[in-house]
């Protein structure tokens, strides 16, 4: 009853902050990138794992990439080189606290990169407050809100999958 309750206190508080939220948004190429953000969940090591080889993958001299993840533990993550925020640092309403947060949102990415597949309030409310330029994300009909971009891939595809369909979009766009 409680986490029903969560859950849809968290959907209304999302949505009221979205009605003011207006970034300026818009298709960019590869070539034009610049910095580049990737969210996830680094609950499990090789998913972690595969985010982190697909970042070095699109890291150039020119290009940016930055990480942040979701540690879904009430510990921090030791074993992590880059930063995340866990359990303990989520609100009632399951929105992510902390200045590494606050940064990341109003960082202005030229793409931020959704690499979470199942459902995860934490990372969505950073996808869809982030001030980032282009949003691409897996396709899920009710998260609309977290990506301008969605890329549809089965359940039984897996994050290898999605990543790599990921890095194929962005390097087709001209």
């Known amino acids: 009853m409680i986490q029903w309750l969560r859950k849809r206190l968290y959907q209304y508080i999302l949505k009221k902050e ?7 948004r ?24 595969l985010v982190n080889q697909f970042a070095d993958s699109i890291r150039t ?13 009430p510990k921090p993550a030791i074993n992590l080189n880059f930063p995340h925020f866990y359990r303990k640092q989520l609100n009632f309403f399951m929105e992510p606290q902390g200045y590494l947060v606050e940064e990341f949102i109003d960082k202005r990415f030229d ?18 407050l982030s001030q980032a330029r282009y949003r691409i994300g897996p396709y899920k009909t009710d998260k609309m809100y977290c990506s301008d971009v969605m890329i549809d891939v089965k359940a039984h595809q897996g994050i290898d999958y999605y990543l790599e369909q990921v890095k194929h979009y962005i390097y087709m766009i001209k």
Do not use: C, Q, W
Not at 27 to 48: H, Q, R, V, Y
Not at 61 to 73: L, N, T
């Open 111 to 128: 793409i931020l990169i959704n690499a979470f597949l199942k459902d995860s309030p934490p990372l969505e409310y950073i996808a869809a």
């Open 61 to 73: 001299p020119y290009r940016k990439v930055s990480i942040m993840a979701f540690y879904d533990y």
């Open 26 to 49: 818009g298709i960019i190429s590869m070539a034009e990138a610049k910095e580049i953000g990737i969210i996830l969940d680094a609950t499990d090591p090789t998913i972690t794992k």
């Open 18 to 24: 979205l009605r003011h939220h207006k970034p300026s």
